[in-house]
């Protein structure tokens, strides 16, 4: 596992999503390292310089909990406050519930805490006529991989971009991919990759995250 670290004192976990890497702590990095805290960002399971095991089956929330139990075991920390952004939101939820003996605090981002429900996930995604939820465009293997190395570095302009307070919100949700053309359609438009990025998102960023992408590939990373 890889993991970018700085500062001393109580152990902060952060935990990032889709499609994303430790990168993202890039500047909550600094400053709780300024605030006290030892912050560590490492590349989850199956991104950046992180393993992946191939099995999907290997990619549960018992097991990514379990990477980050075995992380604070490897930094000496009896405990930790977890942090997760995106899909490392749930990760960050369910390490305190099932351990609230090592992560005495968590801090949720942008995805709420759901219990499990009778259903199965994905019977409950949106889907209509001209488009799917994305988490559904993913169930089959290889389909949206393909897609996204088509172009991996507009797939991360638009992708970041689109789900972010910045889109037009007269643009249909990114979260629905149109069934004829795939994301490749959505990315296409102005709105969803503007001819200029807002100050928080530089070329240069865009430019990290395609870098790493281009070198694992959307199945997962490799040491």
């Known amino acids: 596992m890889h993991v970018a670290e700085q500062g001393e004192g109580p152990l902060v976990l952060l935990c990032h999503g889709f499609p994303e890497s430790w990168y993202s702590w890039r500047h909550q990095l600094p400053a709780l390292a300024e605030a006290g805290f030892r912050a560590v960002a490492p590349d989850m399971?199956?991104?950046g310089r992180t393993d992946?095991?191939?099995?999907?089956?290997?990619?549960?929330?018992?097991?990514?909990?379990?990477?980050?139990?075995?992380?604070?075991?490897?930094?000496?920390?009896a405990q930790a406050v977890i942090a997760g952004h995106d899909w490392g939101a749930p990760v960050?939820?369910?390490a305190a519930l099932m351990r609230p003996d090592r992560f005495r605090g968590v801090i949720g981002l942008?995805?709420?805490?759901?219990?499990?429900?009778?259903?199965?996930?994905?019977t409950l995604m949106p889907r209509t006529e001209d488009a799917v939820f994305y988490q559904l465009y993913f169930q089959t293997?290889?389909?949206?991989?393909?897609?996204?190395?088509?172009?991996?570095?507009?797939?991360?302009?638009?992708s970041l971009y689109s789900i972010s307070g910045d889109?037009?919100?007269r643009e249909p949700t990114a979260m629905m991919v149109p069934r004829q053309g795939g994301l490749?359609?959505?990315?296409?438009?102005?709105f969803v990759n503007p001819a200029?990025?807002?100050s928080w998102l530089t070329e240069a960023d865009v430019d990290f995250y395609a870098g790493e992408f281009a070198r694992t590939g959307f199945s997962g990373g490799l040491n």
Do not use: C, K, N
Request: charged share 25%; hydrophobic share 40%; no cysteine.
């Open 45 to 47: 399971r199956g991104y």
């Open 167 to 169: 889109m037009p919100r």
């Open 141 to 158: 293997p290889g389909v949206a991989e393909a897609e996204f190395e088509h172009d991996i570095r507009r797939f991360i302009r638009g």
């Open 196 to 198: 200029s990025l807002p």
């Open 110 to 122: 942008s995805v709420p805490f759901l219990p499990r429900g009778p259903d199965r996930p994905t």
């Open 92 to 94: 960050a939820w369910h």
């Open 52 to 77: 992946r095991p191939e099995p999907i089956d290997q990619y549960t929330l018992f097991h990514l909990v379990g990477d980050m139990v075995g992380l604070l075991d490897a930094l000496g920390a």
């Open 184 to 190: 490749q359609a959505r990315w296409a438009s102005e």
